[in-house]
């Protein structure tokens, strides 16, 4: 059975998040369990997730899911934003919501930080020949 689409395709946060993952090397994009998750043979960024709380699933529409290394990810826990998703965070990986209330909006985030986190994530993930490629680019 097929997971439901989880999100809007003409959601800001999205839209921006696509630009920038689809802006690594050889950088595609396929939907997984019902939300969009950005890949070169491996997954190395999800966009939205669903946490437990009070034993009821949450979802968490605004947010990136990526794999760090052990140093940045522990860092960054510390961080409000910052969760750890179910399935993936024992593998590594780590959430960040980009808005924390109802009323942020698109401008209020720091994009570059967002950038940042992508990138690390897939370092992790694109192997040496496509991070070369990455690196080539300044």
Do not use: I
């Amino acid at each position: 059975m097929a997971h439901p689409q989880m999100f809007d395709d003409a959601d800001p946060f999205l839209a921006r998040v696509r630009e920038l993952a689809l802006a690594l090397p050889d950088a595609a994009e396929k939907v997984s369990h019902g939300r969009p998750a950005f890949f070169t043979t491996k997954v190395f960024a999800y966009y939205g997730w669903s946490v437990k709380a009070d034993g009821e699933w949450v979802q968490r529409p605004h947010c990136v899911v990526v794999l760090l290394d052990p140093g940045e990810r522990e860092a960054l826990l510390a961080d409000e934003r910052s969760f750890v998703p179910p399935y993936l965070g024992g593998a590594g990986w780590l959430g960040v919501d980009l808005d924390l209330t109802d009323e942020a909006s698109v401008n209020d985030v720091d994009w570059d930080e967002v950038a940042e986190l992508l990138d690390a994530s897939y370092r992790m993930t694109a192997g040496p020949r496509r991070v070369a490629a990455l690196e080539q680019r300044g």
